[in-house]
């Protein structure tokens, strides 16, 4: 009994854990996503002067 909930506790810590590692990369993503959309921002308004 005290096996089978340790596992389904250590089940649960991992899980969260890659979800919380699938947050970080997706935070990564949008954020170098949102740089290089402010970068090409930057580029059209220099095109503009």
Do not use: Y
């Amino acid at each position: 009994m005290t096996k089978v909930f340790i596992n389904k506790a250590s089940f649960a810590t991992s899980t969260i854990n890659g979800f919380a590692a699938w947050m970080s990369i997706g935070n990564a993503i949008t954020t170098i996503w949102a740089n290089n959309d402010i970068n090409r921002r930057d580029l059209n308004l220099n095109d503009l002067w």
